[in-house]
Structures are given as C-alpha cells and as structure tokens.
C-alpha cells in the first residue's frame, strides 16, 4: 500500500512559521513572499482537514493538532538536517564537554546525543552539570545550555528554546483524586519545588489559581529528581515543557490543567566567545543549533480542564 505522506513544500512553510511564530519571518528563512507562506499553510490545513494555526495579535498560536504535527515535522527535519553530519563526521575524533541542566540532560540533550553518536563514534561526551549560578564553568566547556533571563556575558550563541510551564501528577495521584477539581489537587496534595515557591506562585497568579492552604512541600536543588519523584506520585510539580513531553505521551506524568504558561526563562545554546578549537566540537554545536526553535506553548495533550 502507498503510503499518504503530507506534501513537502507545505510542511516546511508550515514548520517554519511555527519555529518562528510568524508568517512574515519564515518567509524571509525560506526566501518566499508572505503570501506563498500562507498559501503553502492553508494547502496544509487543507491537506489535513483542520486548522493547524489560530491568529492573534500577538502572532501565530498552534492549534492542538498543529501542535502535533509541528513537533513531528520538527523532528524530522532535524533528523534530516543530522544527516548532514553523519555524511561528513566519519573522520571526526575528540572529547567534547558539554555543561548543561540536569533535567534538560536526561529528558532532552540524551535523547538526540544517540542519534549523533551513532554517527560519529569517535566524537567522545564529558556531560557536566551547570546552574545560572555557576557562570564560571561556561568558560571552561566547549558547549553549555544554560537556564535563564538572557544570554550570559562573553559567550556567542543562540536561543535554543523558549519554554512553557504547566503543574503536572502522576495517572496514580491523578486516578486516587477521584473527581476533584485540578486546583482542589493542589490544595489537597504535596507541592514539589526548586528552591522557593516563587516559580509556582507566579504561574498561580498569571493563571488566575488559589495556590493557599498546600498542605505540605518537598524542596529540590535538583529539577530532574522533583520531576522523578512527581512520576512515583509523591505530589504535584511544576512541570517545563518542551522537556516533559515524552513523559506527558508515555502517559508517566498527567497536566493537571490545559493551560501552559510562558515560563520566566529561556534556554541559551552558548559557547565561551572566541569559541574553543577543534572540529568536532565546532560540529556539535553546529547540529544543536539546527534545533533551535520558539518552543510556543499551547494546551497539553493530556490535560484534565
């Protein structure tokens, strides 16, 4: 049986205006007339029988299934794009130290590292932890990924992603709730957190939620065990997407509500600035860079409201 595939053209406009929230802009990227980009999206939106963009004056917002089928084409043009570097990456050899969060280590950089890995055998990791509060380090890695307000100071590179934030459960803690109302849940069970409580009272507030009266709170300096300790149902956290997402689909965490937020930081994919010699970390921090994306929230695929 031939298989029915989206027509191309289409979906790389598509992807485009999405990694860019603009229509305008992804026809700058990709040397086309606003125009021919809307009509390239509208032949999509045709293709697929529903809307895949909602416009508002702030730009473009992805429909729930636009969200699918960005994240999908997202992908695979980043796959795609990584051939590039196994055609050429044979012959490249060395040790590239790369700092980065912990929770964006495990649910995000691991994941793609296979793939190039895979292609390149001789190209060796040292995966470091580093924190906004650890400037210092930056200096001393080839790459670093790093969580916060702006790009630090001295160093070259780009916004990765920007990102969303949303409370999240186990199905467990979820399934136990009966059927309590989302912000009932967070009255009634532990609420998991890094440092303070700032991060969650300021999501509360922007999304009109009483966050007074939680019973109880587990403190983390570390956002990769409070994401863990959410999937074994010990309470409620505060959850980043993009890098929950496979654990939202897998079905390990549940959104508690539909409504994503813009998270107060943003990932910067940075190098210290002259960059460090070598060929194979130059590669690497060029084939990150093919995945540098908006990251626009939108309503989770699993949410309970």
């Known amino acids: 049986m031939t298989r029915r595939l989206p027509p191309l053209y289409p979906l790389r406009a598509f992807e485009a205006a999405a990694r860019l929230g603009s229509i305008s ?42 969200q699918r089928v960005f994240a999908v084409a997202q992908s695979a043009f980043a796959d795609l794009s990584g051939l590039g570097w196994e055609s050429e990456g044979r012959d490249v050899a060395g040790t590239v130290t790369i700092a980065a969060p912990p929770l964006f280590c495990a649910h995000w950089l691991l994941p793609r590292l ?25 200096r001393e890695v080839d790459i670093a990924v790093v969580w916060g307000e702006r790009m630090p100071t001295g160093c070259d590179g780009v916004t990765l992603m920007s990102a969303t934030q949303m409370p999240v459960a186990s199905p467990a803690l979820i399934a136990g709730a009966g059927d309590a109302e989302p912000e009932e849940l ?33 403190v983390f300096d570390d956002p990769a065990l409070m994401i863990e300790a959410c999937t074994r149902g010990h309470g409620i956290a505060l959850g980043t997407l993009p890098l929950i997402e496979g654990l939202l689909s897998e079905g390990r965490l549940v959104a508690l509500f539909r409504q994503a937020l813009p998270a107060p930081f943003q990932y910067f994919l940075t190098r210290p600035d002259p960059p460090p010699a ?12 093919t995945y540098a994306r908006s990251g626009k929230g939108g309503p989770a695929p699993n949410g309970r409201t």
Not at 56 to 66: A, D, E, I, N, W
Not at 280 to 286: G, P
Request: hydrophobic letters at 40%; a positive charge; charged letters at 25%.
């Open 25 to 66: 802009a992804a026809g700058r990227e990709l040397s086309l007339t606003q125009s021919a980009v809307s009509h390239e999206v509208k032949a999509l939106e045709t293709y697929f029988g529903t809307a895949l963009f909602r416009r508002t004056r702030s730009g473009l917002v992805l429909t729930r299934h636009g």
């Open 114 to 138: 296979d793939r190039f890995a895979w292609a390149n055998p001789d190209v060796a990791f040292r995966i470091l932890n580093v924190t906004v509060d650890r400037p210092e380090l930056l």
């Open 186 to 218: 967070l009255r009634q069970h532990r609420i998991l957190h890094e440092g303070t409580t700032d991060m969650w009272r300021g999501w509360c507030e922007r999304a009109g939620v009483d966050l007074a009266g939680t019973p109880s709170e587990w």
């Open 278 to 289: 070598g060929r194979a970390a130059s590669i690497v921090f060029d084939w990150l860079k």
